[in-house]
């Protein structure tokens, strides 16, 4: 569960990318060797500006990416669903996101540069299975991330099925994120047992449906699998996330190294 080690200076044969990943408190980014999932130097954060707008988070991206002179394509983490390069959905940011062309918002911010822009749940997917806990397992694999809600990544033999939001699936007569996010948790002042009860019947209705190989636990939650993973009584296994905070930057920065439009 530790993030991956910083390296100082990249090698001359260092395959190298760019990725940032904007979230509701803040703009993080940087190098990212995509040979070793390492980031080159220290990640560089700004804090999200209030209200999140689409130009004001903009500017605060091709800061990020000024702070290191990057000068090639970047990956963009959004924290919603974006399809055919237009932002559907806005969770945690400004509702005027919603129907903005954002490769060409943040094409024209970093100067006409190519960008890919893609929900941050799947670039951590993306990050997980490449570099991660879901290295090497083949065939279906889930990420989740537990907090305000419940995010979702669906990769298949390490391809992605993008903008899978299954924290709205319904399980019962409830979305899957108002049983068993970290945020209900916390609300309703349950036990690691008792919350782990309502996990498990949400991977128990994913397992029905998409028969997946491993779950990938993230969210902040994540660093204290030890406290309930072993809790859990569905039948696929469950690891922690451990890229932890620099999934979102590799998993962008792997989206424009290799071309991905949303």
């Known amino acids: 569960m530790t993030e991956p080690a910083a390296s100082d200076s990249p090698s001359p044969a260092t395959h190298l990318s760019f990725g940032v990943d904007v979230g509701g408190s803040g703009i993080k980014g940087g190098i990212v060797d995509l040979d070793t999932g390492e980031l080159v130097g220290d990640r560089f954060k700004v804090l999200t500006p209030q209200p999140a707008t689409p130009d004001a988070v903009a500017a605060g991206v091709a800061e990020v990416v000024a702070h290191f002179g990057w000068a090639g394509p970047v990956g963009i983490t959004l924290p919603g669903v974006v399809t055919d390069g237009v932002m559907r959905t806005a969770a945690n940011i400004d509702h005027g996101w919603i129907g903005t062309d954002v490769s060409e918002?943040?094409?024209?911010?970093?100067?006409?540069?190519?960008?890919?822009?893609?929900?941050?749940?799947?670039?951590?997917?993306?990050?997980?299975?490449?570099?991660?806990?879901?290295?090497?397992?083949?065939?279906?694999?889930?990420?989740?991330?537990?907090?305000?809600?419940?995010?979702?990544?669906l990769l298949v033999d390490?391809?992605?099925?993008?903008?899978?939001?299954?924290?709205?699936?319904?399980?019962?007569?409830?979305?899957?994120?108002?049983?068993?996010?970290?945020?209900?948790?916390?609300?309703?002042?349950?036990?690691?047992?008792?919350?782990t009860e309502k996990v498990s019947e949400v991977l128990g209705t994913y397992e029905a449906l998409f028969w997946p190989k491993l779950f990938i636990a993230g969210g902040g939650i994540s660093r204290k699998s030890d406290k309930w993973i072993p809790?859990?009584?569905?039948?696929?296994?469950?690891?922690?996330?451990?890229?932890?905070?620099?999934?979102?930057?590799?998993?962008?920065?792997?989206?424009?190294?290799?071309?991905?439009?949303?």
């Open 105 to 153: 918002l943040f094409g024209t911010a970093l100067g006409g540069r190519p960008v890919s822009v893609l929900n941050d749940a799947d670039a951590a997917g993306l990050a997980e299975v490449a570099f991660g806990a879901g290295k090497g397992v083949d065939g279906v694999v889930m990420l989740l991330t537990f907090g305000t809600g419940i995010g979702s990544a």
């Open 158 to 195: 390490g391809k992605l099925v993008p903008n899978t939001e299954l924290g709205h699936l319904l399980v019962g007569k409830k979305e899957a994120e108002h049983i068993a996010s970290s945020r209900v948790k916390e609300v309703k002042e349950l036990s690691y047992p008792k919350w």
């Open 231 to 262: 809790l859990l009584t569905n039948t696929t296994p469950v690891v922690p996330a451990t890229l932890r905070n620099t999934a979102g930057i590799v998993g962008a920065a792997m989206a424009v190294e290799q071309g991905l439009r949303a």
